[in-house]
């Protein structure tokens, strides 16, 4: 089925550690998003890419990096992980605006809730 | 960049009654308008969108307006039920296809 992946689900991790949540979406979208998001609270773009090799910094600033190798695939890293950290980590994927100039929305990942201690 | 505020911060009805949440966005080029229904503990889904060449769009019992020239739009529910609870965000498009989303709005639907 056609959707958006993220994994871990869950992730529990020592400070200092160096992490990798995963994002990937079998839609065939070239638009990717990170947002951070405390649970039921405000969204919040940390990342976004616009296609492979293309990759912009959000509104919030955030000590992770991502890359875009692959359409599908969508990784955030956080080298060295503290407490501040502590989080859920939504991906999020779109098409369009097409060439007509048609919107469409998001599609959402699971997220992955993320606990530094 | 685009600023999205969003009221109220939490609304709580009672079951059958309406509930209307309310945006409004600083980018008059903002052209697309979503909605996202987040259930606890679950992903944010797209419930209704609209876009700037139409003033209302209806879907069961949610319906969404818009107005562009006060820069506002707002969901309504209609016959609210318990399973309608949730956290409602709103959201306006800025510069391709980048999202701004409100602050949320917690919906609780007393049975």
């Known amino acids: 089925e056609a959707d958006i992946y993220q994994t871990p689900r869950y992730l529990v991790i020592g400070t200092g550690k160096k992490i990798t949540l995963e994002c990937s979406q079998t839609?065939?979208?070239?638009?990717m998003y990170w947002y951070q998001q405390d649970p039921g609270m405000e969204l919040h773009l940390i990342h976004y890419?616009?296609?492979?090799?293309?990759?912009e910094k959000g509104d919030l600033s955030s000590e992770s990096t991502v890359s875009r190798i692959r359409t599908e695939h969508f990784p955030l890293t956080l080298e060295s992980a503290r407490p501040s950290h502590t989080s859920q980590y939504l991906c999020?994927?779109?098409?369009?605006?097409?060439?007509?100039?048609?919107?469409?929305?998001?599609?959402f990942g699971s997220g992955t809730r993320l606990t530094v201690v | 960049g685009e600023n999205v505020e969003q009221h109220p911060s939490t609304l709580s009805v009672q079951e059958g009654d309406s509930a209307v949440i309310k945006c409004t966005y600083s980018?008059?080029?903002?052209?697309?308008f979503p909605w996202y229904k987040q259930e606890l503990g679950k992903r944010p889904q797209l419930i209704i969108d609209?876009?700037?060449?139409?003033g209302e769009k209806k879907d069961q019992r949610i319906a969404v307006t818009l107005n562009k020239t006060a820069k506002h739009f707002s969901l309504h529910i209609t016959e609210t039920q318990p399973e309608d609870s949730a956290v409602y965000f709103c959201?306006?498009?800025?510069?391709?296809?980048?999202?701004?989303f409100g602050s949320g709005t917690k919906l609780n639907v007393k049975p």
């Open positions: 959201a306006a498009k800025y510069n391709f296809n980048k999202f701004y």
């Open positions: 609209i876009r700037s060449n139409v």
């Open positions: 980018d008059s080029a903002s052209n697309y």
């Open positions: 839609m065939g979208h070239d638009k």
């Open positions: 890419s616009y296609g492979v090799n293309s990759t």
């Open positions: 999020a994927s779109s098409e369009g605006p097409t060439q007509g100039g048609v919107n469409y929305g998001y599609t």
